[in-house]
């Protein structure tokens, strides 16, 4: 096996180094000169829908030159690292892999962290002006936690990867409190007091304004679902700045994401930062699609694909599917990692039959485990491997 392909299946594996500091990192990219520090970044951490955040937000600033670097990708690799929407060429990928890797090796760095530097690297010979940048995991310790200049949001805080971030969501908010910036901004639709105080003290310790787009939390934002369609739901959406009718999305949970993605938009326009006009932002809501986030693959019959991994994830898709009906047909995998008996006791609520089966990858959980722990619901529990599936559901 070559290197770079070792590198494409350590990070097909989302392989974790633990550490202690970024100094590795900081230093990593200090002998690369700095390329982090080429662009204005929009720096997104929360536990669901901050992929979602940074493609949104990466359509608001059409006209301007984006980067777009999320993660973990679904088909290929390349789908992480994107400039105005096109992905990294195979040839350059495979360019500034090599002439990162030798020198990557003198600090140490982990997968993660070289694919983090070539995202940067390339950013800033593409010359971006924006780059919309998603933390691999947690927030502190991650590698993209070395830019600066940015805009910070956290989405939400839930429960995950609780053998690195800690057991309780007070500890994994802190974690992902480490990327607030500093003289800068906070976005959140956090709404936990417990979990407010903890951006609060470090908005407060950073100089940093900390702004709830939560409508629970501040009336001057908030969103309705107006009209349902066969495929997608009719959202009026409201800021202090302005109104935006008759938005169609097909997942209810979006409506969330995509007011956290205005706030931001506003806010660059407001601080002179990025002319972003309201009807930009309206297209950018509705023509985003977002792989593996509520696809919807066949009206009749629904058939939706979705990769929520976590139960409040999992609890979304499960209030987003309900606009469309009840009694439905569920297939499911998870990594071995996951709380799977909370997301097939949530998943069971609106499903007859549930079909568990394993991805191929060697995270994946064992098909007959998930059987067993799904012996308690209510609805008919079966199990069947990939290739039967692949059969029967196309």
């Not at 301007?64 to 390349?78: A, D, K, M, Q």
């Amino acid at each position: 096996m070559s290197r770079f392909s070792k590198f494409l299946a350590q990070e097909e594996n989302n392989e974790f180094c633990a550490k202690r500091d970024l100094s590795n990192v900081k230093a990593f990219m200090h002998s690369l000169d700095d390329p982090q520090n080429s662009f204005f970044s929009i720096h997104i951490a929360g536990s669901n829908g901050k992929g979602s955040v940074a493609n949104f937000l990466a359509a608001m600033l059409k006209g301007y030159n984006v980067g777009l670097y999320t993660s973990p990708h679904v088909i290929e690799f390349r789908e992480r690292i994107k400039v105005n929407g096109n992905k990294i060429p195979k040839k350059k990928l495979l360019d500034l892999f090599n002439q990162l890797y030798e020198e990557g090796k003198k600090y140490s760095i982990s997968s993660f962290e070289l694919a983090t530097a070539i995202a940067f690297k390339y950013f800033e010979e593409e010359k971006i002006d924006f780059g919309v940048v998603e933390c691999g995991l947690g927030g502190r310790l991650d590698a993209t936690n070395v830019l600066e200049n940015k805009i910070s949001i956290i989405t939400n805080i839930a429960l995950e990867h609780t053998g690195i971030l800690g057991n309780s969501l007070q500890s994994i908010a802190k974690e992902k409190a480490g990327i607030i910036g500093k003289d800068s901004v906070l976005f959140t639709f956090e709404e936990k007091p417990r979990i407010l105080k903890i951006f609060e003290k470090e908005c407060k310790k950073n100089k940093s304004e900390l702004v709830s787009v939560n409508p629970k939390l501040n009336k001057d934002y908030g969103f309705e679902v107006v009209a349902k369609g066969d495929s997608y739901l009719e959202v009026d959406f409201y800021t202090p700045n302005a109104y935006y009718s008759n938005i169609r999305l097909a997942a209810f949970y979006q409506a969330q994401n995509a007011l956290l993605s205005i706030a931001v938009a506003e806010y660059l326009k407001q601080n002179s930062l990025a002319n972003i006009s309201s009807s930009t932002i309206a297209n950018a809501i509705e023509q985003t699609q977002i792989l593996g986030r509520f696809n919807i693959l066949s009206k009749d019959p629904l058939f939706v694909v979705d990769v929520a991994h976590n139960s409040a994830g999992i609890k979304a898709l499960v209030e987003s599917l309900s606009y469309y009906g009840k009694n439905f047909r569920a297939v499911f995998a998870c990594s071995a990692d996951k709380d799977a008996r909370s997301m097939l006791k949530i998943l069971g609520r609106i499903c007859d039959e549930i079909v568990v089966t394993e991805f191929q990858n060697k995270r994946t959980a064992n098909k007959n485990k998930l059987l067993k722990i799904s012996k308690s619901l209510r609805c008919n529990v079966k199990q069947m491997p990939i290739s039967q599936i692949k059969k029967e559901f196309t």
